[in-house]
């Protein structure tokens, strides 16, 4: 290349250069962006709502007649057996009663023996329905292990003869209700008029085995039938009580399973939920809003060993697992935009390009969301998109992402 070459060619290259120079000042900046890759996992879709420990079956002790009560030597967390004498009650001088009166208290006593009977009854259709419950599970379990039925068919029998179990251990309960309403409409019946002259003092001892939970009276003096005087269950038979918002209620169902969270312990506890009550209540939010809620009645399958320090009107967290799929395309929920009305879409990461692509979303988990058709696994996603990204604009992505 001679000289007069060189001279020609050095002010086009720098010509040219000059103008790239200019082209790459004024070109619009690469937007940064964060992105994920697209990923097989699982999601689950739930519902998390406070709850409170309750005791399934509460018992409060009252005086069958009015009298005078000595000062309680009891405190709560007491155990006590079913018989035990928990007071005396010294009777007032009793007015004699009249034929209306004693009529009535007649009555009563009737009334009860007739509950008593009913309750009876009850626990026979219980204990019928827990046995054929029973020998269902025993019958499927070897057709469920040779493969002739599901295990969901199997489950569903385990689920129904615990819960026929439950109903039984309920109306034996019952029965011990209504005979000690017996008893006090019988006593009452028995002392009225002439107590107090004949030095008696009216026994009153606890109905069932278990632990006082309440002193609503400690001080001696006189009572009024009726009034509260403690009360007794037992502390082990918890369960779980959740307010739902009543949309959430539609989606529940019973058997379906439950997490506890937050109560104390290192781990969650298992649950499951046994009833969804079919009436709502109207509820006043932290922020003034009215909202419907439902209560669903949960039972705790954890072993009993993971949660004997929980007592009665404990605060849980319940985490109802409405849909658990464990293999599944999924993004998080910070990708997904809508465009062109209601379609769904994301942008993938091409080279240093951002592209549309409209997808179909499923499930929607807690931080991910099930992806049916769009993406395939590989795939990258702009994690957080904002109004700067458009159809084919220039991206550059971090890499901590």
């Keep these: 290349m001679n000289t007069m070459t060189r001279r020609l060619l050095l002010p086009g290259a720098i010509g040219a250069a000059i103008v790239v120079a200019i082209a790459l000042a004024y070109r619009s900046p690469a937007v940064g962006v964060s992105a994920v890759e697209v990923a097989r996992g699982p999601v689950q879709v739930v519902v998390e709502e406070d709850g409170v420990t309750r005791i399934r079956e509460r018992y409060t002790v009252t005086p069958p007649v009015t009298g005078y009560v000595s000062r309680l030597d009891y405190h709560v967390g007491d155990p006590v057996?079913?018989?035990?004498?928990?007071?005396?009650?010294?009777?007032?001088?009793?007015?004699?009663?009249d034929a209306r009166a004693r009529a009535e208290a007649t009555a009563a006593v009737a009334r009860a023996q007739a509950a008593e009977r009913a309750a009876r009854t009850a626990a026979q259709a219980a204990a019928a329905s827990a046995d054929f419950a029973r020998r269902e599970v025993s019958r499927l379990k070897p057709l469920m292990q040779s493969g002739a039925v599901?295990?969901?068919?199997?489950?569903?029998?385990?689920?129904?003869?615990?819960?026929?179990?439950?109903?039984?251990?309920?109306?034996?309960?019952?029965?011990?209700?209504?005979?000690?309403?017996?008893?006090?409409?019988?006593?009452?019946?028995?002392?009225?008029?002439?107590?107090?002259?004949?030095?008696?003092?009216?026994?009153?001892?606890?109905?069932?085995?278990?632990?006082?939970?309440?002193?609503?009276?400690?001080?001696?003096?006189?009572?009024?039938?009726?009034?509260?005087?403690?009360?007794?269950?037992?502390?082990?038979?918890?369960?779980?009580?959740?307010?739902?918002?009543?949309?959430?209620?539609?989606?529940?169902?019973p058997g379906m399973a439950v997490w506890l969270e937050r109560w104390g312990g290192d781990a969650d506890l298992a649950a499951r939920v046994r009833e969804v009550e079919p009436v709502a209540f109207t509820k006043v939010s932290a922020l003034g809003v009215e909202e419907q809620r439902v209560r669903v009645i949960c039972d705790i399958t954890a072993p009993a060993g993971q949660w004997t320090r929980l007592g009665d009107a404990y605060r849980v967290e319940?985490?109802?697992?409405?849909?658990?799929?464990?293999?599944?395309?999924?993004?998080?929920?910070?990708?997904l935009f809508r465009s062109a009305g209601?379609?769904?879409?994301?942008?993938?990461?091409?080279?240093?390009?951002?592209?549309?692509?409209a997808v179909e979303p499923g499930a929607r988990g807690l931080l991910y969301t099930e992806i049916r058709t769009g993406?395939?696994?590989g795939d990258r996603v702009v994690s957080f998109p904002d109004d700067r990204i458009r159809d084919g604009v220039r991206i550059a992505v971090d890499t901590a992402s």
């Design 81 to 97: 057996q079913a018989g035990q004498l928990l007071f005396e009650l010294e009777p007032l001088p009793a007015s004699a009663l």
């Design 150 to 253: 599901s295990r969901n068919q199997y489950d569903q029998a385990v689920a129904e003869a615990d819960r026929t179990a439950a109903n039984l251990a309920s109306a034996q309960s019952a029965i011990e209700v209504a005979r000690y309403e017996r008893v006090a409409a019988e006593t009452a019946l028995q002392y009225a008029g002439g107590a107090r002259e004949s030095g008696d003092r009216i026994k009153v001892a606890a109905p069932v085995s278990g632990s006082i939970l309440a002193i609503h009276r400690e001080d001696e003096g006189v009572v009024q039938a009726g009034a509260e005087i403690l009360s007794i269950g037992d502390p082990h038979s918890l369960e779980i009580v959740v307010d739902v918002l009543s949309p959430d209620a539609v989606r529940i169902r």
């Design 342 to 357: 209601e379609q769904w879409s994301v942008f993938v990461v091409d080279g240093d390009r951002a592209r549309l692509r």
């Design 318 to 335: 319940a985490r109802f697992v409405l849909l658990d799929q464990p293999d599944v395309l999924r993004i998080p929920h910070s990708a």
């Design 375 to 377: 993406l395939a696994a």
